[in-house]
């Protein structure tokens, strides 16, 4: 708690700067917890519907058993459905419909990245202008005569130093955090692509077997 309070103590000497600083921090925050939110609740791994697609020429009845244990509102369980309800239809058409839907699901995950991806790119500059403004006010204490207030000159430089530390710790959470992100959606992404594969495999595969079958 002692080092919470002196934090707390050091930001008011931060300059004008802190308070936007501040925004973006509790801004980043709330979209890092957002985005927590979306992948526990709507992107949970189904393994055993992946474990399902893999099997060599698949029910799609049991397809269907495996989508009705996932949450409706589940981003593979969307995309699959999309494919099992209308496997019927050319595969050209299921190819455009499944890749739309990919789309769609992207854009969700993506959501909030690119003020996250801001975050990282202001914040520093923001401490930066802190830096500027503290230094500016540390030399006007120093008139022509000499010093006016030497306590002054070194509230100004610590005012440029503590804005400046906190813009590049916001831009450091961000960008761990915009990392993260970035790389989970790809790798949700590239499963949803295979899930797809296969399932269209199968499709090729039943429209093979009916047409040696003629």
């Known amino acids: ?9 050091a930001m008011k000497f931060g300059g004008v700067t802190i308070y936007p600083l501040v ?3 509790i801004l980043a925050l709330v979209i890092l917890i957002d985005k927590l939110y979306v992948y526990l609740r709507y992107i ?22 495996e ?8 981003y593979y369980a969307r995309f ?48 930066l202008l802190g830096t500027i403004t503290g230094m500016m006010h540390a030399f006007n204490l120093i008139g022509g005569t000499g010093l006016v207030d030497p ?7 610590a005012q440029a130093l503590i804005a400046t530390a906190f813009g590049i710790f916001i831009a450091i959470f961000a960008l761990f955090g915009f990392n993260y992100f970035s790389r989970r959606q790809a790798h949700v992404l590239e499963e949803m692509e295979r899930l797809g594969t296969r399932m269209i495999d199968n499709i090729r595969l039943i429209q093979h077997n009916s047409a040696e079958a003629k």
Do not use: C
């Open 1 to 9: 708690m002692q080092e919470i309070s002196e934090a707390l103590l």
């Open 23 to 25: 925004a973006l921090a």
């Open 44 to 65: 949970k791994f189904p393994t055993a519907l992946f474990g399902l697609v893999e099997t060599y020429s698949f029910a799609w009845k049991d397809l269907e058993q």
């Open 67 to 74: 989508l009705g244990r996932l949450p409706p509102d589940n």
């Open 80 to 127: 699959s459905r999309v494919i099992l309800d209308n496997h019927d239809k050319p595969v050209w058409w299921l190819e455009s419909r499944a890749g739309d839907e990919a789309q769609l699901i992207e854009k969700d995950m993506g959501r909030g990245l690119w003020v996250l991806e801001t975050i990282v790119t202001g914040a520093p500059l923001l401490g």
């Open 151 to 157: 306590s002054g000159v070194t509230g100004g430089v």
